[in-house]
């Protein structure tokens, strides 16, 4: 039926499908132990997602820079159809407008009720590695080393243990550059990282105050200088991200190419050592009394139940 549609109605649904794409890409990015890239797995168009990303490299971008000289022009023609940037711009877009609508919700509910936020995510994440983990094989001692590593690491990034060096705007763009890079791997979430850096509300409520002072400006209430301060913060993340794509994602990809199995366990045990970083969200909030503990788990039973759900719907995680 999409692709009659698609015949029908030429190139505006098409580019209308690959940004409904982005947003559900989106949505499971934003939220932690849901990955974009197992979605785009769901959706058949991982493959595609894989090459266009592989595909964006400096030298490719100079070519296109260059365009402006007419005997560099086809060469400049060739290397925007390499990087395939008529499915990643549409995609891109949807991705970032799923996120800004989520970053607004985990914002507010962050202020209003973290117990239950975080809890929620707690039962998403402790589920998602639940499911990924019953998928994934155990055959010898280096599978189950290549699991514990990634959960110990992760068990002691979350303690505080270990720490991205540096602070403030290197601490951001080392994130962005860790986050965006996740987005695309399968089993993992952009957010989940953020979660386990720290950084996951701040970033959120910087992205909502940035798009908020946008609006303001847009309608004369707010200011240039109201809009800078979010902004710088939006702008050194995404540059991260975007370093993160050519640099991150290649070695993540190379390492799946090479040792699929073993790469997949490690990924999957930082998921699963991730599970109480939420914790620290909790405890900024509320003391963690017995009361705020039950009332935790519950709602992280809520989430992993909806995690089990996704699950069940979408037939389950190939790690093919």
């Known amino acids: 039926m999409l692709h009659a549609l698609e015949q029908r109605l030429g190139p505006r649904f098409s580019v209308l499908r690959v940004y409904c794409y982005g947003l559900c890409m989106g949505t499971a990015d934003a939220l932690p132990g849901v990955s974009g890239g197992t979605v785009a797995l769901l959706l058949g168009f991982y493959g595609r997602l894989i090459a266009a990303v592989t595909a964006l490299t400096p030298g490719r971008a100079i070519d296109v820079l260059r365009g402006y000289d007419s005997d560099r022009r086809g060469r400049a023609k060739e290397a925007l159809l390499e990087m395939d940037l008529q499915f990643l711009l549409p995609l891109g877009v949807g991705m970032v407008t799923a996120v800004a609508l989520i970053a607004g919700a985990v914002t507010a509910l962050s202020e209003s009720n973290p117990v239950a936020l975080f809890g929620f995510f707690i039962g998403l994440i402790a589920a998602s590695a639940v499911v990924l983990f019953r998928s994934l094989p155990f055959a010898s001692g280096k599978h189950a080393l290549a699991a514990v590593a990634g959960t110990v690491l992760a068990l002691l990034v979350a303690a505080n243990v270990l720490q991205l060096p540096g602070s403030g705007a290197v ?135 909806a995690l089990f759900a996704i699950d069940w719907l979408a037939g389950g995680f190939d790690p093919e």
């Open 171 to 305: 601490l951001i763009f080392l994130s962005g550059g860790l986050a965006i890079s996740a987005m695309i791997l399968p089993g993992v979430s952009g957010s989940l990282i953020l979660i386990l850096l720290g950084q996951y509300v701040f970033l959120s409520s910087e992205l909502t105050a940035f798009l908020q002072s946008i609006r303001d400006v847009a309608f004369g209430n707010g200011t240039v200088a109201g809009v800078l301060e979010p902004g710088t913060t939006v702008v050194v993340f995404v540059a991260g991200g975007l370093v993160g794509l050519v640099t991150i994602a290649r070695v993540v990809r190379f390492a799946l190419d090479r040792h699929r199995e073993l790469t997949l366990l490690f990924l999957v045990g930082l998921i699963a050592g991730s599970v109480p970083a939420p914790l620290h969200e909790i405890a900024d909030a509320h003391a963690l009394t017995g009361d705020i503990l039950a009332l935790t788990a519950g709602w992280a039973v809520v989430g992993a139940l």
